[in-house]
């Protein structure tokens, strides 16, 4: 049982828009600690979409988006692509654990 | 341009030690903290811990603690991770990953617990 809590998956056709939450709590995206996203191609190491909750290092395209409110957040791609198809993590930290906490992983599927 | 490149596939018994290597390259290495990170066949991202390769000063994840040991030589700019005690559910590819950190208020140069660059990932497969 992960301490962020994701779908395991999602799927959408080419061009379309999908979103995958990630839910925590107080201890943790609630307490201000900020949310990364990484996507996970197959066979390889993960790589960062967003960092500090909405920033996307340089190189990620704006398709990526993130956001946080409260407990929670989210991560939206925009203009599906057939590469997008790929594991999802979000990431924090917990201070009650005083551990990085990540997400279960979401499974995107393009259809 | 930065890299991590990771130590080969192991192969241990049960009740054996492995270490893994991550050699940086592109940076300065004592710059960055460098945190472990592992993945289970089929299961998700699970933390370990983190050095400051520059203090060498160590903070791992409660469920490793005691049987994790995370060291660096910084005249070759190489982190190591020590697991002991392997058990089966011990296999798992383990990663390394970089950490930008900040200065806090104070400061004390701490990690942000964002991870910008991962090595390519060590394959180790404990077997009973």
């Known amino acids: 049982q992960s301490v962020l809590t994701q779908p395991p998956s999602v799927s959408g056709a080419p061009g379309q828009r999908v979103s995958i939450s990630c839910t925590g709590s107080s201890s943790n995206i609630g307490a201000g600690y900020d949310v990364q996203w990484y996507q996970q191609l197959p066979g390889t190491a993960p790589k960062v979409l967003i960092y500090g909750n909405s920033n996307r290092p340089s190189g990620v395209p704006d398709r990526f988006s993130g956001s946080k409110s409260g407990t929670s957040a989210s991560l939206a791609i925009t203009g599906l692509q057939a590469e997008d198809e790929a594991d999802y993590y979000c990431q924090s930290y917990d201070s009650s654990l005083s551990n990085v906490v990540f997400g279960g992983g979401t499974k995107l599927t393009v259809l | 341009q930065v890299h991590l490149v990771q130590s080969g596939a192991e192969v241990k018994k049960a009740g054996a030690s492995v270490k893994v290597s991550c050699k940086a390259s592109?940076?300065?290495?004592?710059?960055?903290?460098m945190h472990w990170v592992r993945q289970a066949p089929g299961q998700g991202l699970e933390w370990m811990g983190w050095i400051n390769p520059n203090s060498g000063g160590t903070h791992y994840a409660q469920k490793f603690q005691g049987w994790v040991t995370m060291t660096r030589d910084t005249s070759i700019s190489t982190a190591y991770m020590e697991l002991s005690r392997l058990r089966s559910d011990d296999t798992a590819v383990y990663y390394c990953a970089r950490d930008l950190g900040y200065y806090d208020r104070t400061g004390y140069f701490t990690p942000s617990y964002y991870f910008d660059y991962w090595g390519q990932g060590t394959l180790v497969t404990v077997s009973s």
């Open positions: 592109g940076y300065t290495f004592t710059g960055y903290y």
